[in-house]
């Protein structure tokens, strides 16, 4: 049976492979024969890694050459490859998104060059905007990972580093210049904090919490898992978290009184929630990944977690809206038509890579104290 650490680590390896199928089946006929080595070499990585890793010691070199490569990467990126000749339209969203408003336009029925409207929410592309200004999406896109990096930076893991390195779909995000690892692990740096719910900081964590939400609505599935657990767990009781959550509540809502007073009439007839609920997937299957995000919460029996069933409810909800597409268009047309955007798969990614993070430090602690108390 799978423990959680290597079912999180599988569902990392399949997000690889999707990646690895279809890009490289476009370059190159040979791509489903290299891909049982791809896996292969993520799963030496995983158990192998003290036997692969001995003689590197210097974790905190390895990770400031981690974050450098991948800041001179971005860079790379930003002069090499030029946004016109991207088939992935993120970038085109949030530019659209500002040359509407700054036109005075309602920002909501502006279309990327591919046609698609925005359907991330408003705190989304705020953050975006220095990024739009100075039309550098690049650095969006990594600031994501050199996050994860940063966080893994006072515990060795490196086996954690080199996998990042090796993941596919990184590099393609960035290329892209997509930004879904980096807003999720924003989130995720939420739920890595020990108790979010503390008085020091409580309220700009409150108010982060409901800035965040208002990026994208699908993180409402981890939140329920962080915060019902929490009740769950009798960490909390339901009446400090719901006072706690009043705060993000009133914040998520206040995001969207400037497009209601200011464009009240377009907004009902165009907004995120529409958007996001009529494009991808029908709007029922909603409660069907809620009431997942609830049972996962039962699950909840240590703090870490938290991380990994935040991360395995956004992928069996993306996974839900994969074999609805499949189910509706075949495996192969859903596939390499992309009608499946894979890319949604990376949204659970940063929550699992956390925990991973989290239960490789604490077994290497427990290694180290047996270790000690043996003498």
């Known amino acids: 049976m799978f423990s959680k650490k290597t079912s999180a680590f599988t569902i990392i390896?399949?997000?690889?492979?999707?990646?690895?199928?279809?890009?490289?089946?476009?370059?190159?006929?040979?791509?489903?024969?290299?891909?049982?080595?791809?896996?292969?070499m993520q799963y030496a990585l995983?158990?192998?890694?003290d036997i692969i890793f001995l003689k590197l010691k210097k974790f905190k070199k390895i990770t400031i050459s981690t974050i450098a490569f991948l800041l001179i990467f971005s860079v790379a990126v930003h002069y090499k490859i030029s946004l016109d000749s991207l088939k992935v339209d993120r970038w085109s969203v949030i530019a659209s998104f500002w040359d509407a408003l700054f036109k005075g336009k309602y920002p909501y029925f502006a279309k990327s060059h591919m046609g698609n409207y925005p359907g991330p929410m408003p705190i989304y592309f705020l953050i975006a905007l220095p990024f739009y200004l100075i039309n550098f999406y690049s650095i969006l896109s990594v600031l994501g990972y050199v996050l994860l990096v940063y966080i893994m930076r006072k515990r060795d893991a490196t086996f954690l580093l080199f996998l990042l390195l090796i993941s596919l779909f990184m590099y393609w995000e960035i290329v892209t210049r997509s930004t879904i690892f980096t807003f999720s692990m924003f989130v995720a740096a939420l739920f890595y904090k020990k108790d979010i719910l503390i008085k020091k900081q409580y309220y700009i964590t409150a108010i982060t919490v409901g800035l965040l939400l208002a990026t994208r609505s699908v993180y409402i599935l981890p939140y329920i898992v962080f915060f019902l657990s929490s009740i769950l767990r009798k960490e909390k009781t339901i009446k400090e978290v719901f006072t706690f959550l009043i705060i993000p509540f009133l914040t998520f809502l206040g995001v969207f009184l400037p497009f209601i007073i200011g464009y009240g009439t377009d907004f009902l007839k165009m907004n995120p929630f529409i958007i996001q609920s009529s494009f991808l997937i029908p709007a029922s299957y909603t409660l069907l990944f809620i009431l997942i995000a609830f049972a996962f919460s039962f699950l909840v029996k240590k703090k870490e977690d938290e991380l990994f069933y935040a991360g395995l409810s956004l992928f069996v909800a993306i996974a839900i809206y994969a074999l609805y597409q499949i189910y509706h268009h075949g495996l192969r047309e859903a596939f390499f038509s992309s009608y499946i955007d894979i890319s949604y798969f990376i949204l659970g990614a940063p929550f699992l890579l956390v925990y991973l993070f989290v239960v490789t430090a604490k077994e290497k602690n427990n290694k180290l104290n047996h270790a000690a108390s043996s003498f």
């Open 13 to 40: 390896v399949f997000i690889n492979s999707l990646f690895f199928y279809k890009y490289l089946s476009r370059v190159t006929s040979y791509a489903l024969l290299g891909l049982p080595i791809y896996i292969f």
């Open 46 to 49: 995983y158990f192998f890694s």
